[in-house]
T-cell receptor, first 112, second 112 residues
Framework: GENVEQHPSTLSVQEGDSAVIKCTYS??????FPWYKQELGKRPQLIID?????GEKKDQRIAVTLNKTAKHFSLHITETQPEDSAVYFC???????????FGRGTSLIVHP | EAQVTQNPRYLITVTGKKLTVTCSQN?????MSWYRQDPGLGLRQIYY???????DKGDVPEGYKVSRKEKRNFPLILESPSPNQTSLYFC???????????FGPGTRLTVT
């Protein structure tokens, strides 16, 4: 099955800095890569996703890049704010027949 | 309102006492899944279902059972709970494995 590695496990930044979280996956057949944000005590919620026919996708302060050759993808958050503090999970899915495999999560702390 | 519901939200039980956690969605989604979340281990797949009467094992299915008799419901059954099943459980639903997963609010289970 798919294996997803996520780094770092903890990331501490100052407000206004950029944050980058990186994930690698093992199965070259994976073609859907979502990112979820989980605030303390709440459920995970999708913040952005990318499919294998796209190299980069941006939504306001967040962006995701995908390198299929190297089998890695990254989440970029610019101009971080305290409300960005949360656990972020990457995931990879081998097409529509399988549910995503998640990374172990990154705890992002944004200091005011 | 589109939602995934889980019950109970909190449960404390004893080893060996059978329990069921219910999950229901009102979005007519084909896919439903169960994850467990443990510190440092992220979200791990337990079981998933692609449609009524179709279920498949995830990465950590041991000690769990599921059924999908109706499209909207996907209960998780622990026939003989053990302390190592103490965890936070999330149910999720989606149109397919390559679409946004909508998570339920979570069920915190403690087995003593």
């Amino acid at each position: 099955g798919e294996n997803v590695e996520q780094h770092p496990s903890t990331l501490s930044v100052q407000e206004g800095d950029s944050a980058v979280i990186k994930c690698t996956y093992s199965d070259s057949a994976s073609n859907y890569f979502p990112w979820y944000k989980q605030e303390l005590g709440k459920r995970p919620q999708l913040i952005i996703d990318i499919r294998s026919n796209v190299g980069e996708k941006k939504d306001q302060r967040i962006a995701v890049t995908l390198n299929k050759t190297a089998k890695h993808f990254s989440l970029h958050i610019t101009e971080t704010q305290p409300e960005d503090s949360a656990v972020y999970f990457c995931a990879a899915s081998i097409g529509g027949s399988y549910i995503p495999t998640f990374g172990r999560g990154t705890s992002l702390i944004v200091h005011p | 309102e589109a939602q995934v519901t889980q019950n109970p939200r909190y449960l404390i039980t004893v080893t060996g006492k059978k329990l069921t956690v219910t999950c229901s969605q009102n979005m007519n989604h084909e896919y439903m899944s169960w994850y467990r979340q443990d510190p440092g281990l992220g979200l791990r797949q337990i079981y998933y279902s692609m449609n009524v009467e179709v279920t498949d094992k995830g990465d950590v299915p041991e000690g769990y059972k599921v059924s999908r008799k109706e499209k909207r419901n996907f209960p998780l059954i622990l026939e003989s709970p053990s302390p190592n099943q103490t965890s936070l459980y999330f149910c999720a639903s989606s149109l397919s494995g390559a679409d946004e997963q909508y998570f339920g609010p979570g069920t915190r289970l403690t087995v003593t």
